[in-house]
């Protein structure tokens, strides 16, 4: 029911170290917004500004149509999940999720409806009367979920919840986030998630746009698909995707890309998409776009290969820097590798050029 | 052939490599129960050693006057039960009862007062902060390592001024105001060592910082407030100086003032009352203790985790 909106954030901590860089950001009304960056890129700090728990050096934090920035976490109408889940020790169950019903002095047969309720969507009814010590670490994450979901809030915020989590649970718990979500939306009463993680498989599988951050600032803000076909700079071409995009460093020459003594020609494909062309550029192309090839192409020195299953990751020096670069199973095995000479043809239409003094991607389609 | 003759060697030779480890395993067990036996044969006679004076002081509250001095064992030839009848009675128009309820009196309000006040002052180094924190901390462990004596003088003035001598409340109000630095700094460090995440919830929840304290600090505190309980309680029960100095009246002292009475106005002591008091006096501080030792450990060890 809220659209949440930062605009010019700055934090600063101790009057001294800056944290976060005067960031803007739009969450639209019930959308899934996945905050994702480097440790320390401050997407904490950010979480907790908007949440109430950290005071906001500048700037302006709107959560539908108020500027919450004076007010108390308990008055914001968020709900917020916390990595190591946070529950109240000394109580059971059920009064952690009443708990702030409690203090809004909701009636009582309100508040154990409320608590049945929730309990029935995440499954947690037989724990209802267990201390947070007797439950496993999956199912103190659901009472979490619980805690917050029942307070019906306008904005959930999420600062690492499942990390602490093993792998398989962890995907099951991103499903039923995802779905919580869905299923609000369907009720009518969309909620605006921002959800903050440093695993780029869940930022890409449950974000509906994914804000990727970096040492306080925001590097590209865009869907889970955007930023996979179109990263807006090398930061953000090598934190998403695995394995990661290759970067290779050369210098553009007119329509020719050079790499020490190899050369690869800028087709139409490229050249129609790039708005500058400067002098030292990087070309960056997912391993799944550099192809094998027979005669001709790049020609590089295999190093290794990592048995994937149905395809292989080769891993080779090209100019005397590390790629990689995905082949097929059967690719793999009817290569002739007698001489550890790959040959490599990069398919230009997924090609980007970086300027690698400043690191945007030239070859994006200007906005419009 | 000659594989299946192989195999029957690996197998005498690992049946030989486990007698043998099943012999060193026994060996080991056999050791463990001696240096066990001999480890507690030593802690059982320090202890006794330390436990000694105790022992000596129930069994002699039950001697004669004359057995006192002249049997040096802790069992009474003749028991009698004489010195508790004649001890209670004291040598003052009060019962000992009279004294046991003033040191309730003092010890109650005080140690409640201590409770409050040191938990909302620790709560606020420990999670707030102001202008002047770091000064203010400070004093706080400055007051810590004062010696007690250079203040005695100066609050002595202050108190005979506000016309509180020969009342209880010199004794109750300084704790009240956490006047007691060493219980500030203790749930100090205990705080520090619990994660703030849990107060972050509750703020979140809508809590306000009272209802923080109270709903989710407090419960959390629980085992170091009931260390600092217990603390206060045996060292107010024990206090002499402090009763000694404002209270004046007999009809006000507590038993530990009481103790000192009774050999201050008898001529020929009567040691066995002084005993039989002493035995009564220090069976309510033993008697929390044992109640409360699982928090009471609990509350000293967790708040020696870093800080
Ligand atoms: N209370 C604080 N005082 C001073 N600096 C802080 C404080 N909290 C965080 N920082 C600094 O602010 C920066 C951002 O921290 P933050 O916790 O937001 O990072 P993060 O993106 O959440 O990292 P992670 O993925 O490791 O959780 C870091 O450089 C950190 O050292
Ligand atoms: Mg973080």
């Known amino acids: 029911m809220a659209r949440l909106q930062l605009s010019k954030l700055e934090k600063v901590y101790g009057g001294a170290f800056k944290a976060v860089h005067g960031i803007d950001l739009d969450v639209q009304e019930g959308e899934f917004m996945v905050l994702v960056g480097p440790s320390g890129c401050a997407k904490s700090t950010t979480l907790r500004m908007i949440a109430g728990l950290e005071e906001v050096t500048s700037g302006e934090i709107r959560i539908g149509d108020r500027i919450v920035n004076a007010l108390p976490p308990g008055k914001r109408r968020i709900a917020m999940v916390f990595q190591n889940y946070a529950l109240y020790p000394h109580m059971k169950v059920r009064s952690n999720l009443a708990f702030g019903l409690r203090l809004a002095h909701v009636p009582k047969a309100e508040r154990e409806a409320a608590v049945r309720e929730v309990a029935r969507i995440l499954e947690i009814e037989p724990l209802l009367d267990r201390l947070p010590k007797q439950l496993s670490g999956g199912q103190a994450q659901r009472v979490a979920l619980g805690r917050a979901l029942i307070k019906k809030p306008e904005v959930f915020l999420f600062d690492e919840p499942l990390s602490n989590l093993d792998a398989k649970l962890r995907a099951s718990m991103r499903v039923r986030i995802t779905d919580l979500h869905k299923r609000l939306k369907a009720e009518g009463r969309p909620s605006t998630v921002v959800y903050v993680t440093h695993d780029q498989t869940e930022a890409m599988t449950m974000g509906d746009r994914i804000c990727v951050m970096k040492d306080g600032h925001i590097m590209q803000v865009a869907t889970p698909k955007e930023l996979y076909d179109r990263p807006a700079n090398l930061f953000v071409a090598g934190f998403i995707g695995s394995p990661e995009m290759n970067v290779i460093d050369g210098e553009i020459e007119g329509t020719d890309f050079r790499l020490g003594g190899q050369v690869i020609s800028l087709d139409e494909a490229v050249l129609n998409r790039m708005h500058a062309k400067p002098q030292e550029a990087a070309l960056g192309i997912r391993p799944q776009h550099m192809k094998l090839s027979a005669g001709n192409g790049l020609t590089a020195r295999l190093r290794s290969a990592e048995f994937m299953g149905h395809e292989v990751y080769l891993h080779a020096m090209l100019e005397g820097k590390e790629i990689t670069t995905v082949a097929g199973a059967a690719e793999y095995d009817a290569l002739d590798r007698s001489d550890e000479r790959i040959r490599l043809t990069p398919d230009l239409a997924h090609a980007h050029i970086f300027d690698r003094a400043s690191g945007a991607n030239v070859s994006l389609p200007l906005a419009g | ?307």
């Open chain 2, 1 to 307: 052939m000659t594989d299946i003759s192989h195999a029957s060697d690996v197998i005498t030779a690992g049946a030989d490599g486990l007698a043998e480890a099943r012999a060193a395993n026994a060996r080991q067990i056999r050791n463990a129960k001696i240096s066990a036996a001999v480890r507690y044969i030593i802690l059982f006679g320090v202890g006794l050693m330390m436990l000694y004076p105790l022992i000596w002081l129930v069994g002699a509250s039950f001697k004669t006057n004359a057995e006192i001095f002249a049997n040096p064992g802790f069992v009474p030839q003749e028991p009698t039960t004489e010195g508790y009848v004649k001890g209670w009675e004291t040598s003052t128009p009060y019962t000992f009862g009279r004294f046991f309820l003033n040191s309730f009196l003092i010890i109650i309000p005080k140690v409640i007062g201590t409770a409050i006040s040191c938990t909302m002052v620790a709560y606020g180094f420990a999670r707030f902060d102001f202008p002047l924190k770091k000064l203010l901390f400070g004093s706080v462990i400055a007051i810590l390592l004062l010696p007690n004596v250079v203040t005695r003088i100066p609050q002595y003035l202050l108190f005979r001024d506000l016309g509180w001598l020969d009342s209880f409340l010199p004794l109750w109000v300084p704790s009240a105001f956490a006047g007691d630095a060493f219980f500030v700094f203790m749930l100090v460090q205990f705080l520090r060592a619990i994660p703030g995440d849990m107060e972050e919830a509750a703020r979140v929840d809508g809590a306000n910082s009272w209802q923080t304290l109270v709903f989710i600090v407090v419960p959390m505190l629980a085992p170091a407030l009931i260390s600092v309980c217990l603390f206060q309680f045996m060292w107010t029960m024990n206090d002499f100086l402090g009763p000694l100095i404002y209270i004046s009246s007999v009809d006000k002292y507590p038993v530990s003032l009481a103790l000192k009475l009774s050999i201050d106005t008898t001529e020929a002591f009567e040691w066995n009352r002084i005993l039989a008091m002493s035995v009564l006096t220090i069976t309510p501080a033993l008697i929390v203790f044992f109640m409360a030792q699982k928090y009471f450990i609990e509350g000293l060890s967790a708040g020696g985790v870093k800080g």
